[in-house]
C-alpha cells in the first residue's frame, strides 16, 4: 500500500476548487513544491484547455521513460483535509495527459508537512502531530 492523502486544490487562474486523493510520491524529485494533475483534472480547475500565462512545456525522466508536461508556476493552492484543513501551500501544476492520479512531489509533501511512517501499512502523520497520531492511507482516486 502506498500513502495517499485528501487535498484540495484550488486553482489562482479560475478560483475553482477540487477535493481529491493525491499519492504521495517520494521519489517524484523537484526543485521547487509541485503536483502533478491529470488533464481531467485540470479540465475540472479551468486549467485546460486554456492554460495559465507562464506555461511552458518540460520533459520530466519518470519510471516509464521521458514524459512531456505542461508546467504553470504558482498556479495553485494546495492544503490537506484533515479534521479541518491544513494552510494552503502554493506550487506549480504539472498537467500530464498520461498519468491518471495526482501525485505530490518530494519538495510540495515538505511543505505541506507530510511524514511517512510506514509505506507498506499507508501510515502517516504530519509534522504538528504528535509522534503517536498515525494517519491512514486514503484510496486511490483516478481522473
Not at 521513460?65 to 492544503?79: D, F, K
Amino acid at each position: 500500500m502506498a500513502v495517499r492523502v485528501r487535498l484540495r486544490v484550488r486553482a489562482k487562474q479560475s478560483g475553482k476548487a477540487v477535493e481529491t486523493t493525491a499519492l504521495v510520491n517520494s521519489g517524484f524529485e523537484t526543485d521547487r513544491p509541485q503536483l502533478l494533475i491529470p488533464l481531467a483534472l485540470a479540465e475540472e480547475l479551468g486549467l485546460w484547455p486554456e492554460l495559465p500565462p507562464k506555461t511552458r512545456i518540460e520533459v520530466y525522466g519518470t519510471a516509464g521513460g521521458a514524459a512531456r508536461l505542461y508546467v504553470a508556476p504558482n498556479a495553485l493552492e494546495v492544503s490537506i483535509l484533515i479534521e479541518g484543513e491544513t494552510p494552503s501551500i502554493l506550487c506549480d501544476a504539472l498537467i500530464s495527459d498520461i498519468e491518471h492520479e495526482v501525485l505530490i512531489g518530494d519538495k510540495l509533501g515538505g511543505a505541506l508537512g507530510l511524514i511517512l511512517e510506514d509505506l507498506a501499512e499507508g501510515i502517516w502523520r504530519l509534522k504538528t502531530d504528535p509522534p503517536t497520531r498515525a494517519r491512514k492511507s486514503h484510496p486511490p482516486q483516478y481522473w
